[in-house]
């Protein structure tokens, strides 16, 4: 549209606005020069005044300035009020509005009313010079006034305008915040799949290599885990690499109490999955016995995630140090404040054939999980030459106070 360009590096709108107010203050100063006082010289000030209001918005201050000392030249040469000094009021009303600071608006607003006592004395007629006084203090003062009224509009607009840009620029700062967080939680949760399909499937490989010729049952049941547990990783792997491709997705809508829509991208396991997870470990080697106390309640999610993966987590490094053949205890302990995840290894396994790489982030992720949700974690080795991992974690009193965290 015409009105989004800019020409002087102003709206081309205000510009033409601008450029029309000039033009009828020269066409009063050039069409008033034969039956004023002061004739052409007076005609001359008067379009003198009409450049300098072409800058009224951007240059307020000078330009009243311009107009001012124009005007006192006027009153000077006794010429008295004349049409074009509508160009003083003009000028009076743009530095109200339009300067950086109000102070010189009311500079602008006291020198006029001097001006408008020098002014009515000089008018003609047998009418007292007060009453001129009166008649143009109120149309300098209504005049000032309604600068202040709209000087406080478009303060106010810019204000609001400045406090909406605020609002998006938080609003983006927050969605980066939330892109970074989630990109996290994504590489714990890859850390999680990974560590613990690869470990599984490498101690199972090993053993396929070791047993295929003298007990190849053994060695199919083995590669069936070795298939089965890579199926799996790779489509958890799937669903994780889908958040990261997929920005959003329609959230599920529950319609006289069927949920209807798609399913969210990533499914988080849950407790009820432990059973698996624990026959799992226990095909690939480890002789895992669980236990619980205490009376089990239902966590939030990022609860429960957060303790099904310090069990995975632990049970995966038990198998990859402590070795096939190795005996773990995996107990739960729950309290009326806290679950307290215990995982305890004799070490007394077979070694692999080839150990875990150093560098791991195992111990360190599940820190920071459990710190998440301000609880503790102690992992060591034990007297009898095992690893013990212990998580604490309290238990919320309000659902809504881990969703907050």
Known sequence: MIVDRVVFG???RGVAFDV??????ALVAVAAAA???????????????????FFR???????????????????AAGWGPLAYDVAVLIALYS????????????????????GVVLAAVQVPGPAPWWGSVLYFGLVTGAVWLVGLNVRTRRLYV????????????????EARAAVAEERTRIARELHDVVAHSMAVMIVQ??????????????????AKVVADTGRQALEEMRRLVGVLREPSRPEPVAVAGVTTGPEPAHRRPALVELPDLLDR??????AVTDSTSGESVSLPPGLELTVYRVVQESLTNALKHAGVGASVALHLDWSPTAVVVRVVDDGHGRPVVRLAPPGGHGLVGMRERVGVYDGSLVAGATPAGGWRVEARLPLPSVPEQEEAA
């Open 57 to 75: 918005r951007t240059r307020p201050v000078p330009v009243a300035v311009v107009v001012g000392g124009l005007a006192l030249v006027q009153v």
């Open 158 to 173: 810019l204000s609001l305008e400045e406090r909406a840009s605020t609002l998006e620029r938080e609003r983006e700062a």
């Open 205 to 222: 490989a090993d053993g396929v290599r070791f047993t295929i010729d003298r007990d190849p049952d053994t060695a199919r049941v083995a």
């Open 95 to 114: 530095v109200v509005k339009y300067a950086d600071r109000l102070r010189d608006g009311v500079v602008a607003g006291v020198v006029a009313a001097v």
């Open 20 to 25: 029309l107010v000039c033009a009828l203050v």
């Open 281 to 286: 470990f226990r095909a690939a080697g480890l």
């Open 35 to 53: 039956n004023q006082p002061g004739g052409v010289a007076a005609t001359l000030v008067g379009v003198l005044m009409v450049p300098a209001l």
């Open 10 to 12: 102003r709206p081309v």
